[in-house]
């Protein structure tokens, strides 16, 4: 069975530092890995995919299959990336269509 | 059309009622889904429709009766809920086949069970 594990449940940084949210998955086969965000009152939201090799909002992600990560990035945080971030796993054949979402983060970006 | 429309956005209901969550998407996506969400915590996954046909139960129990009347809507029967019931009922779709690109969440409908 797949797994996704996001180690901090907090996170602070303070606005223009680095930030890293970590992710790290097991499972045996070629997974689909995609961070999710969630701002306060907001819908949750698909921010980037590992298949698309995309950078959304200047975070960008890479997939290490020899560490099994998949740890998010942004090199200057700003205020307005507090928000819950949750990391998810789809395993595809039968289990196409079904995320496994890590516990999430919750970012918080001091001015 | 790029929204997943759920209503209501509140309900509150009690243990002897019976209620409907709605979900609605025109974006042409076959596969539709419903998870629970708590406080805090990660979306759940319940069931996962894919052409119209329930694909995935996760083992929910039967006071949850989902519907899929066709390729737009879905429905989410509620009856005989517990207070523990009470979460955030997210409705979600996606294009299906080829590779998976995730998932246009709704903003979900924020059940309360008295």
């Known amino acids: 069975a797949q797994r996704v594990t996001q180690p901090e449940k907090l996170l602070s940084v303070f606005k223009g530092a680095p930030v890293e949210l970590k992710c790290n998955y097991s499972y045996s086969g070629s997974p689909e890995l995609f961070w999710y965000v969630q701002y306060s009152r907001q819908r949750l939201q698909l921010l980037l995919r590992?298949?698309s090799r995309e950078s959304i909002k200047g975070f960008t992600a890479d997939l290490n299959k020899g560490e099994t990560s998949f740890h998010l990035k942004k090199p200057f945080a700003q205020e307005e990336d507090s928000a819950m971030y949750y990391c998810a796993l789809n395993a595809g054949g039968t289990s196409y269509g079904k995320l496994t979402f890590g516990q999430g983060t919750i970012l918080t970006v001091h001015p | 059309d790029t929204e997943v429309t759920q209503t209501p956005k509140h309900l509150v209901m009690g243990m002897t009622n019976k209620k409907s969550l709605k979900c609605e998407q025109h974006?042409?996506?076959?596969?539709m889904y419903w998870y629970k969400q708590k406080a805090k915590k990660p979306p759940e996954l319940m069931f996962v429709?894919?052409?119209?046909?329930?694909?995935i139960n996760e083992s929910v129990p039967s006071r949850f009766s989902p519907e899929c009347p066709n390729s737009s809507l879905l429905n989410l029967h509620l009856h005989a809920l517990q207070p523990e019931d009470s979460a955030l009922y997210l409705c979600a779709s996606s294009p299906v086949g080829g590779n998976f690109f995730g998932y246009t969440f709704g903003s979900g409908t924020r059940l309360t069970v008295v």
């Open positions: 974006m042409g996506h076959r596969a």
């Open positions: 590992h298949i």
């Open positions: 429709y894919s052409y119209e046909k329930l694909s």
